[in-house]
């Protein structure tokens, strides 16, 4: 069973959500403290993170600010519906994603099923050459989930990871926001759904320019996102 850490001071909604998670496959652990939530985020005993915004003592974005000081452990964060500016600081912070209350449990776990899809491994084999991806400066590694630039290792969540290799994959070619979602996300965007953008955002914060100084991801107007080759010089 894929293990979840529910960090949310609304004991009666903690408690709906272990009923309804614990059929579909999930093992669920309820923690109603922020500085109890932080300890347990960070014991590695769970796979996954649902974190409440509303949190008493230290705020949901304070849990997960130290929560990715030392840990990539996806989280996904429960913001109040309408709250746009929660939604994109969480993201900012290193959320994979979010969901705006109330929701549908059936929404809960879909979500949790895709972000869970893209952080396993499908192989315990060695990577292959089709696992390395190398694009001028940058390796990204799909066996270890590594990213490398220049050598040194360069600190991302599970979903700007995936959102990278999607990239990196088609460099030299636009990807539409769409498609990234569904690849990234496993989910369609809503209207002014702007996840994608977000990651994408962090991404280029992370990564710095290229090494003519250009950026490295380019926006396509209205369409979506392009990796950038850096030419090669004979």
């Excluded at 272990?18 to 109603?32: H, K, S």
């Excluded at 939530?37 to 796979?47: F, K, M, P, Q, T």
């Excluded at 130290?66 to 996904?76: A, G, N, T």
């Amino acid at each position: 069973m894929t293990r979840v850490l529910v960090i949310d001071d609304d004991i009666e909604l903690c408690e709906l959500l272990t009923d309804y998670l614990q059929p579909e496959g999930f093992e669920v652990e309820m923690v109603n403290d922020s500085w109890q939530g932080v300890d347990r985020a960070l014991s590695g005993e769970h796979s996954l993170v649902v974190l409440d915004v509303m949190l008493p003592k230290i705020s949901g974005f304070e849990v997960l600010r130290r929560i990715r000081v030392s840990s990539k452990i996806p989280v996904l964060m429960l913001t109040a519906r309408g709250d746009e500016i929660d939604r994109i600081v969480g993201l900012e912070m290193g959320a994979d994603d979010y969901l705006p209350k109330p929701f549908n449990p059936r929404e809960l776990v879909a979500r949790l099923r895709a972000i869970h899809r893209r952080t396993v491994a499908k192989s315990l084999d060695a990577p292959s050459v089709a696992d390395v991806l190398a694009v001028g400066d940058l390796v990204l590694e799909s066996r270890t989930r590594v990213i490398k630039k220049e050598g040194k290792e360069i600190v991302v969540t599970a979903a700007e990871f995936s959102l990278l290799q999607e990239l990196l994959r088609m460099a030299g070619q636009v990807v539409g926001r769409e498609a990234l979602a569904e690849k990234v996300l496993g989910r369609k965007l809503s209207m002014f759904d702007r996840s994608i953008d977000v990651h994408v955002s962090s991404l280029r914060k992370k990564l710095g320019a290229q090494s003519n100084g250009l950026e490295r991801i380019k926006t396509i107007r209205s369409v979506g996102y392009m990796y950038a080759k850096v030419p090669e010089i004979d």
